[in-house]
């Protein structure tokens, strides 16, 4: 049976000002997967995650989101779109003057005409999903850069987006910290069949998290295909990117 692609990339080019930073880049996304965007830096991850959420606009090429070409959506179509979409961005950037509660519901609030009562059941249940019921009436201030990240991760969950996008959301966290998000990654994958995007660098989650892998080499896919088989990639970067994980993680088995 074909998967469903959720995210479908053709011929994408982007330059800013002289320099080209994507060059005919194409991958799809599946439904259902956590797909990993990777590769160095300035390698044009973060261009490339703009151009999916439509942040950029598409100068060469095709970009379809949950079967949508973005070039060519009128305004309230892509206001539908990205209703669809939860968007989890590396500052968390959680407003600090509310409750972790208050920013929870805040999507809720703006773009659902659901009751107070309601809302607060949902939020509390998402909390729930990313461990932190207990941080319900806590100020962002209070919390630590974990706990921020999972609010933050509640947030961008709180409409049951089928798809979600995360640029380098284990940033900054600790190892321990770090595993306990991605195994909410992965929850939310296979408990509530979501499909997500998220670009990263950080060598250890890629291992737990992704069915797939975009590795991008200097704004050129460098790999497109199922973790196991970058494992395997005989492309000179990849072989590079993977030989560190896999010294890494044998540090990790050894303590
Ligand atoms: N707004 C911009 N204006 C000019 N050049 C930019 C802009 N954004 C990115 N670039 C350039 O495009 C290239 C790719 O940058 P991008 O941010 O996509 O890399 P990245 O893979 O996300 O890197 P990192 O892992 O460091 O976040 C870099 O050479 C960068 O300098
Ligand atoms: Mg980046």
Redesign the pocket.
Known sequence: MQKEKVVEVKGLY?A??Q?V??RDVSFSAYKGEVTVIL????????????HLLSLYPVSMGLVKVLGRNVSTLREVEQVELYHQMGVFYQSGALLNSLTVAENVALPLAQHSELPPGLIDEIVYMKLGLVNLSHAFHLYPSELSGGMLKRAALARAIVMDPPLLFCD?PGAGLDPVSLESLDNLIVNLKERLGMSIII?T?EVSSILRIANRVVF?DN?VVAFEGPLKEALHSDHPAVEEFFSVMKSDNMRELLG
Do not use: Q
């Open positions: 982007a800013f000002g320099s930073v994507l590769g160095g830096s300035g390698s044009g991850k973060t261009t490339l995650f703009n380098e670009v660098h991008l704004g």
